[in-house]
């Protein structure tokens, strides 16, 4: 049985996009990556690079991507991951998972809207703007770039928030480790760890009015002294 291409599975059905088809001007994102670079880092090493993509070469790793998961090609991801979630942070998983199906009226049993959701990731949600977050091979043993690099990702989302964009942190996005290299000209001396989608969130949108639920402080905290 052929493989579908990326034209008749995505081009050719109409896809709701949770961003706006308006750009995002290049000194806009140079001014939230400014404030982002004031986050935490350990002993100021600053391990982090941003290679921010738009426009044609977006739209080939959307591409490359797409038709790789559907050829059924391995995942590539370059920064490590543990096992599968499992116990109560799987129902967590499945619990913001249900909420953003009712959201968007995705039945369990309509396949091709499962499909369409979760190939969304890969195109980086539509956005019209992906930053790809990255660090320096050389430091790849380090606990501290990875907790650098987190913290400066926060930071990035929340200072693209305060400038009324939205933003989602995604790992399928550079899953497919090659064709995200090859096309944002990532060089070979940095590991690739995240993406950012990034661009002016469309208010109607039903899965962006949604808001997961979170543990109480009285679950997550533990004072001592007080």
Not at 17 to 45: D, F, H, Q, W
Not at 61 to 80: C, H, M, Q, V, Y
Not at 141 to 159: H, I, K, M, R, W
Not at 191 to 205: E, N, Q, S, T
């Amino acid at each position: 049985m052929s493989v579908p291409s990326y034209d008749e599975v995505v081009l050719g059905r109409r896809s709701i996009r949770g961003y706006l088809e308006k750009p995002v001007p290049r000194a806009l994102i140079e001014e939230i990556l400014t404030m982002a670079m004031r986050s935490p880092t350990s002993m100021n090493t600053q391990p982090w690079h941003f290679h921010v993509v738009t426009g044609e070469p977006l739209d080939r790793i959307r591409k490359g991507n797409t038709e790789r998961i559907l050829a059924g090609e391995p995942d590539s991801r370059e920064f490590r991951k543990g096992s599968p979630f499992a116990g109560v942070h799987r129902d967590r998983q499945v619990e913001v998972a249900k909420q953003l199906f009712g959201a968007m009226g995705i039945a369990r049993d309509d396949a091709p809207a499962r499909q369409d959701w979760v190939l969304r990731g890969f195109r980086q949600f539509d956005a019209p703007v992906c930053v790809i977050v990255t660090y320096d091979r050389e430091l790849s043993g380090s606990d501290d770039t990875a907790f650098d690099c987190g913290a400066v990702t926060t930071a990035l989302v929340n200072a693209a928030w305060s400038r009324g964009l939205g933003c989602v942190i995604n790992s399928q996005g550079i899953m497919q480790s090659p064709v995200v290299r090859e096309h944002a000209g990532i060089p070979d001396d940095q590991v690739i760890m995240k993406a950012v989608a990034l661009g002016w969130p469309d208010p109607d949108f039903p899965a962006n009015a949604v808001v997961s639920n979170r543990k109480s402080v009285e679950e997550a905290a533990r004072f001592v002294g007080f």
